[in-house]
């Protein structure tokens, strides 16, 4: 497993963009798969995007497309997800999770270690 931190949360209007990253801790970082999901209401976690182990190859819900971007920097062990013009629907606890092995990114219970969370919330 490795350890993980999400930050940048935070209170924003519609239209705002903010960043939010996602720490990891452990073995080689490139070795992850990491993904971003939310919870807004109920128990389930939703995808909203991955970036891939090895080729960073990155995944986006449909929601979120063209607007969110992930990117990574290996040599900080750190995970990004740029979010551009935020709607009062992207309000959520927004989470992180990394996991070494070929799975399915956009699985939530596919992921071996998971952050605490982050919440961001988007007002008209």
């Known amino acids: 497993q490795v350890q993980l931190e999400e930050t940048g949360g935070g209170l924003v209007q519609a239209g705002d963009s903010l960043t939010l990253s996602c720490k990891g801790s452990g073995r080689t970082f490139s070795r992850y798969t990491v993904g971003w999901f939310r919870q807004a209401q109920g128990p389930d976690r939703s995808f909203v995007g991955s970036i891939i182990r090895n080729d960073g190859d990155t995944i986006y819900a449909d929601s979120v497309k063209g607007r969110f971007a992930i990117s990574r920097d290996n040599a900080k062990n750190t995970v990004y997800l740029q979010m551009n013009n935020l709607k009062p629907e992207d309000t959520a606890i927004y989470y992180c999770?990394?996991?070494?092995?070929?799975?399915?990114?956009?699985?939530?219970?596919?992921?071996?270690?998971w952050g605490q969370g982050t919440q961001v919330t988007v007002s008209s």
């Open positions: 999770a990394a996991d070494s092995s070929n799975m399915i990114s956009h699985l939530a219970t596919a992921y071996a270690s």
